[in-house]
Nanobody, 121 residues
Framework: QVQLVESGGGLAQAGGSLRLSCAASGSIFSIDIMGWYRQVPGKQREVVAV???????HYADFVEGRFTIFRDGAKNMVTLEMSNLTPEDTAIYYC???????????????WGQGTQVTVSS
């Protein structure tokens, strides 16, 4: 199995910054995509940012240049640097990994337990 351990998050003021990190461990053969999603109670989980094969980055429209995602491939870690936060960024943020546990397996999705980000006005 694959375990995702998230760190960071917490409380920030509007205009402030936070960093989220996620470390993947366990039976990892390869990772194709690492990313961050977020969810507000009563709403669907939505993508925030993903990084594909450690190179190509995609961001949700609402990011508007405020966040940066990067991956440390050697450590199987993904980090989301968030700046210029607004109260609308308040949500539970989830780490997401799409990868394989061995050479013969299909790629599948794994989720972290989530970390709360709260932005006060």
């Amino acid at each position: 199995q694959v375990q995702l351990v998230e760190s960071g998050g917490g409380l920030a003021q509007a205009g402030g910054s936070l960093r989220l990190s996620c470390a993947a461990s366990g039976s990892i053969f390869s990772i194709d995509i690492m990313g961050w999603y977020r969810q507000v109670p009563g709403k669907q989980r939505e993508v925030v940012a993903v990084i594909i094969n450690g190179v190509t980055r995609h961001y949700a429209d609402f990011v508007e240049g405020r966040f940066t995602i990067f991956r440390d491939g050697a450590k199987n870690m993904v980090t989301l640097e968030m700046s210029n936060l607004t109260p609308e960024d308040t949500a539970i943020y989830y780490c997401n990994v799409y990868g394989r546990t061995d050479s013969s397996s299909y790629a599948r999705t794994f989720w972290g337990q989530g970390t709360q980000v709260t932005v006060s006005s």
